[in-house]
């Protein structure tokens, strides 16, 4: 790799690695909101888009006055809504709901099996062949995963929503792998900050919208759940949002996969010492073999 790559492929991991560190402060964040305000998910959902809106529209005006700016096409604004409304309307809304039920190490390694859920979809609906080592690396996933949802079942015997939890976040996986396919497509096309402001507003219009037509009004909200809607917003979401579609830009999408699976270990580290959550033996063995099973799913073909 000569000097120029390796130095862009430097700038990207490190961007990628701190987008995906931040990424991960999302269900901390998520939990210690429900336990200090007994808010529910719609509602720290919405506050979250609320503040997180002005910085996407900001964007997407920027993008949108430039003078080398290329209009989407009609095609391209139902693909960009679609995806926006799937992968961070859908997606966020069944992860927030899931957060209320199961712990926060359990919900990043669930959520973390959308890069194989990826790969099922692009062989089923684009017919991408699996290659043996992605099979192995599925087949590492899932047993990473049943051993840590074994470990977590036993650790919560009591809780009849576990279940109902683990379901909302597996959603929030596969819902969230349509929209990596989706943009997976068009990104190319119209630019990865582009596609994220345009796409993001759509989500957050979407989850804006649903808490009104929920019934809810606009009301004095305590400052402890502003707080933790403005955390969400900035650290957790805008900020990573933008790290990960430029580390897309500079490394590629196989290489972004590979790092970004520091994503479920920073989540465990954060839940075990912010929010007490115990650190099981099999909660080690699973993260590290779905770990293991994410990192062959994008090493075979890396783009740098």
Request: with cysteine; proline share 3%.
């Amino acid at each position: 790799m000569k000097d120029a790559a390796r130095k862009i492929y430097i700038t990207g991991s490190l961007i990628t690695f701190a987008g995906a560190i931040l990424f991960s402060t999302k269900a901390i964040f998520v939990k210690l909101a429900f336990a200090a305000t007994h808010t529910d998910a719609i509602t720290l959902l919405a506050l979250r888009m609320v503040f997180a809106l002005p910085f996407y529209l900001a964007i997407a005006f920027f993008y949108s006055s430039r003078d080398t700016n290329v209009k989407f096409t009609n095609r391209q604004w139902i693909i960009v809504i679609a995806m926006g409304l799937t992968g961070y309307y859908l997606s966020s809304l069944f992860d927030f709901m899931g957060l209320q039920f199961i712990s926060a190490g359990l919900e990043r390694l669930i959520l973390f099996l959308y890069p194989t859920f990826a790969v099922l979809l692009n062989a089923a609906v684009f017919k991408h062949k699996i290659s043996r080592m992605q099979m192995l690396a599925l087949v590492l996933t899932y047993i990473g995963i049943g051993i840590a949802f074994y470990g977590e079942l036993k650790l919560d015997a009591s809780n009849p929503d576990f279940l109902l939890g683990s379901f909302l976040i597996f959603l929030c996986a596969l819902t969230f792998s349509v929209y990596l396919v989706g943009s997976g497509k068009l990104i190319p096309m119209v630019g990865a900050t582009k596609f994220t402001a345009y796409a993001m507003t759509a989500a957050s219009v979407g989850v804006i919208s649903h808490y009104f037509l929920s019934g809810n009004k606009l009301h004095h909200f305590e400052p402890t759940l502003l707080q933790y809607g403005v955390l969400l917003a900035i650290i957790a979401t805008v900020i990573p949002t933008f790290l990960i579609s430029n580390g897309l830009k500079k490394i590629g999408s196989n290489n972004v996969a590979i790092i970004s699976s520091i994503g479920p270990v920073s989540t465990i580290l954060q839940a075990h010492f912010i929010l007490g959550e115990p650190l099981t033996a099999t909660q080690i063995g699973g993260t590290f073999l779905v770990i293991a099973g994410v990192l062959l799913t994008g090493w075979r073909n890396r783009d740098i």
